[in-house]
């Protein structure tokens, strides 16, 4: 960038500031709080959730990824050099969220039971040289174990056996990535049991799910190394009726847990619900009780379609009530789409700069004054604050944080990408 530029973007930076400060806001601090905070980017949106198993397995379990955008990644070194790309353009240091369906084999078939820390050794070197952190998930999907749409709920015990230890294989691997990295992993279940069509007996699979979830969780892990995190969802594609692992029987499971103690985070996805619901509310009322808390920011449209995170009202809402709650230092923040019909580094470049710029929106409101406006019932200054607030010039603020961190400002974040696309994506359509 020349030095026109950066001067512009200070001397918009300098005004916003002042602005602020009327309100006051501290900039300053708010870049400081910002640049403390790391995402955990979703390896899946590389690959279209294929995964490197000798298998090849089709997608199933609710999964689908549209469109055919050439160039994804067709093995585990170009999809660590695709991230290498996005990671250079996104400000802040982040971490990786890992499927089991990742792992480097050597070729070999590995049962997913069976899978080990040494066939993510790969992925843990990557991330020590690039300091990020590494988080994990089972994949409790596309796979013949769970041909009948149902695994840890299976009334078919030898598949209830084959994912309950495919789970305890991958919690010692995030134990390794904690280990390894200095930083625990979380590593999160979910599964795609459900029924397409309404059933007779909504109890007997979640009590299967309670006593699997049970042995998987039994063997204590350090948590400093690893954290466990279950996820709920609403439906899904071949589930649309019912879903055994629903947002309510993974709140009470965690929260029975977690009074035993247990520590067990609830992850909420912004996508697993109704289409109309925001999960911002969700926040306050499980964050009271939950000590800490996974968060998957998505972008469903007209059902859970994973589509890339833009900066909307709903990403707004969530980011809001994560900083008027105090809640960042308990709230682990990962992205969880994959569109496979635009260029799928920009997709996680734009899903994680929305995402950071929503969170700095909500670092830059004037959250005292709202709460001292809201407590003595002055209820007309809090409207009038909470309007201005939409008006106030976080571009600006967005703007000088990213040329602080040495990305691209605004729009040219694209050229690099198309430069990429033009030298290295391209060619692996040939």
Excluded at 5 to 29: C, F, P, S, W
Excluded at 150 to 168: A, E, K, Q
Excluded at 290 to 308: A, Q
Excluded at 366 to 382: N, Q, S
Aim: with cysteine; net charge negative.
């Amino acid at each position: 960038m020349d030095k026109l530029n950066e001067q512009a973007i200070q001397m918009a930076y300098d005004l916003a500031k002042a602005r602020y400060a009327a309100l006051g806001v501290d900039t300053e601090r708010a870049l400081a709080t910002l640049s403390s905070i790391s995402l955990s980017l979703h390896c899946w949106q590389g690959d279209d959730v294929s995964g490197f198993e000798t298998s090849g397995e089709a997608l199933s379990g609710g999964i689908a990824a549209t469109g055919n955008y050439p160039g994804k990644a067709r093995n585990p070194s170009e999809l660590r050099a695709d991230l290498d790309q996005a990671y250079r353009l996104i400000p802040g240091s982040h971490r990786l969220n890992l499927h089991a369906i990742y792992a480097e084999t050597g070729g070999k078939k590995v049962s997913r039971d069976q899978l080990q820390p040494e066939h993510f050794s790969a992925w843990v070197d990557w991330a020590r040289a690039n300091h990020h952190g590494l988080d994990f998930n089972p994949t409790l999907f596309s796979h013949p174990m769970a041909a009948s749409g149902f695994t840890l709920s299976s009334y078919d015990p030898g598949v209830r056996r084959f994912w309950i230890d495919h789970c305890v294989a991958c919690r010692k691997i995030g134990a390794y990535f904690g280990q390894q990295l200095g930083t625990p992993a979380v590593t999160n279940i979910w599964i795609p049991d459900g029924y397409k069509d309404t059933p007779a007996d909504r109890l007997a699979p979640r009590a299967l799910l309670k006593e699997s979830l049970d042995q998987v969780l039994a063997e204590p892990i350090d948590p400093r190394l690893n954290l466990d995190a279950v996820e709920g969802k609403l439906f899904g594609l071949g589930a649309e009726s019912y879903t055994v692992g629903s947002h309510e029987f993974y709140l009470a499971y965690t929260a029975a847990r977690n009074a035993a103690g247990s520590r067990l985070l609830l992850c909420l996805d912004s996508g697993h619900f109704h289409p109309t619901e925001t999960i911002a509310d969700k926040l306050s009322a499980v964050m009271l009780t939950l000590p800490e808390l996974l968060l998957h920011v998505s972008r469903g449209v007209r059902w859970d379609s994973d589509h890339v995170v833009i900066y909307n009202d709903d990403l707004l809402a969530i980011t809001q009530e994560i900083v008027r709650g105090n809640y960042l230092s308990r709230i682990h923040i990962g992205l969880d789409y994959f569109d496979a019909s635009i260029n799928r580094v920009a997709a996680w470049v734009m899903g994680a700069r929305n995402t950071l710029h929503a969170l700095l929106a909500a670092l830059l409101e004037p959250v005292e004054k709202l709460r001292v406006a809201e407590k003595t019932g002055d209820f007309t200054t809090r409207l009038a604050l909470l309007e201005e607030a939409k008006g106030m010039p976080s571009g600006a603020v967005w703007d000088y944080y990213c040329l602080q961190k040495g990305v691209p400002v605004g729009l040219s974040f694209l050229d690099p990408i198309k430069q990429y696309e033009a030298k290295i994506l391209a060619q692996r359509a040939i």
